[in-house]
């Protein structure tokens, strides 16, 4: 079986409104579950209201 931590906050219109605390809600997360395999982390699936996600590849940590 496998869990899906997901952040969704849509009534703003702008999911990076929210940047700063949907870091330290996956950093709590990450930390408390990091030696779980079967966790999956969906860090924003419903952009909404025309906004644009950012290009954060170069700041992903390697897998």
Same mark, same amino acid.
């Given at each position: 079986?496998?869990?899906?931590?997901?952040?969704?906050? $849509?009534?703003? %219109? &702008?999911? $990076?409104?929210?940047?700063?605390?949907? #870091?330290?809600?996956?950093?709590?997360?990450?930390?408390?579950? #990091? %030696?779980?395999?079967?966790?999956?982390?969906?860090?924003?699936?419903? +952009? &909404? *209201? *025309?906004?644009? *996600?950012?290009?954060?590849?170069?700041?992903? +940590?390697?897998?």
């Amino acid at each position: 079986m496998y869990v899906i931590v997901d952040w969704h906050i $849509l009534s703003d %219109g &702008n999911p $990076l409104a929210n940047e700063d605390a949907a #870091k330290a809600f996956f950093a709590e997360v990450s930390e408390r579950y #990091k %030696g779980s395999p079967n966790v999956i982390y969906e860090i924003c699936n419903e +952009p &909404n *209201g *025309g906004a644009r *996600g950012r290009d954060t590849s170069a700041r992903t +940590p390697p897998t």
